[in-house]
Structure formats: C-alpha cells, structure tokens
C-alpha cells in the first residue's frame, strides 16, 4: 500500500500524536509496541485485518518519526 494512503489514516494520526509525545526514537518505539500490544490482546481493534492497518499504520508512524519527515 502506498505510503501517503497509509498516512491519510485515522489510526496513522493516533499512533503519530504517540510518537511525538515521546522524547526520542527508542522510547517511542517502546511506548508505541507496549500500547500496540495491550490493545491488541484486550481485541480492542475488533477484527485481525484492522489489527494490522492499525501495525501497519505504527510502523510509518515510527518510520517517519526516525527518519524526520514528522
């Protein structure tokens, strides 16, 4: 999928206002997977497809995060 599609997503936004709250790339990165992970256990996405837009979406979250473009 490309990635500005990915990026116009809802849950792109949740997981970006994550990443910026946190002082730096490693921190966000653990935030960003615990909180991923308690979600996903509790089936808070409601369906495994919409468990993996919302990865999906974390990863280029994290990946601008790392590489600037946010």
Not at 33 to 48: A, I
Request: hydrophobic share 35%; glycine share 2%; proline share 1%.
């Amino acid at each position: 999928m490309k990635k500005d599609k990915i990026r116009a997503r809802l849950s792109y936004s949740f997981w970006l206002g994550i990443v910026k709250s946190c002082p730096n790339l490693s921190v966000a990165n653990n935030v960003c997977h615990e909180v991923y992970k308690r979600m996903d256990d509790r089936m808070m996405f409601n369906t495994e497809q919409q468990s993996r837009w919302d990865k999906e979406s974390m990863d280029l979250a994290l990946e601008d995060f790392s590489q600037k473009r946010t």
